[in-house]
């Protein structure tokens, strides 16, 4: 592995702590340009303004929200990493046209996000979480 690839490894481990605590300039800084591209294009995020719209209104319903990385690996430009995403459903949740009030309930479900860099740089110009929403409604029990 090359340190390069290690670099990459390690920006992508502080991206997602950061995320668990809120540093979103931190986060920022991570990147060359924050760009979020969620469910290959389900939902994308664009410049800074949207990714902390996208910050901010994500953890209203899940104020806690956080991740254990279960592996990681570096391949070219990219950093690919498996993990389980918790959360505690404390505000209310948007699906769609439907509100749903908070319920008090705990999620853990596993996801996966790459993470591509810039050619030559350790800088993110683009993150790809994936991941089946279905899921944490089974798991807080709405649907």
């Not at 995320?19 to 294009?41: K, Q």
């Not at 790459?114 to 709405?142: H, N, Q, W």
Request: proline share 5%.
């Amino acid at each position: 592995m090359t340190g390069l690839q290690q670099r990459r490894l390690q920006v992508a481990r502080d991206h997602m702590r950061l995320e668990i605590t809120h540093e979103w300039d931190a986060v920022l800084a991570t990147f060359e340009h924050p760009h979020y591209d969620i469910n290959d294009g389900q939902a994308v995020f664009d410049g800074r303004d949207a990714v902390l719209r996208y910050f901010t209104q994500s953890r209203i319903p899940f104020p806690d929200q956080g991740n254990e990385i279960i592996a990681m690996a570096a391949d070219g430009d990219t950093v690919l990493v498996e993990f389980w995403l918790t959360g505690t459903h404390l505000g209310p949740l948007r699906r769609g046209n439907r509100i749903i009030e908070p319920t008090g309930k705990k999620f853990r479900v596993r996801m996966m996000a790459s993470f591509e860099f810039k050619p030559g740089s350790d800088k993110i110009v683009c993150e790809r979480p994936y991941i089946d929403t279905s899921a944490i409604d089974r798991a807080l029990g709405i649907v």
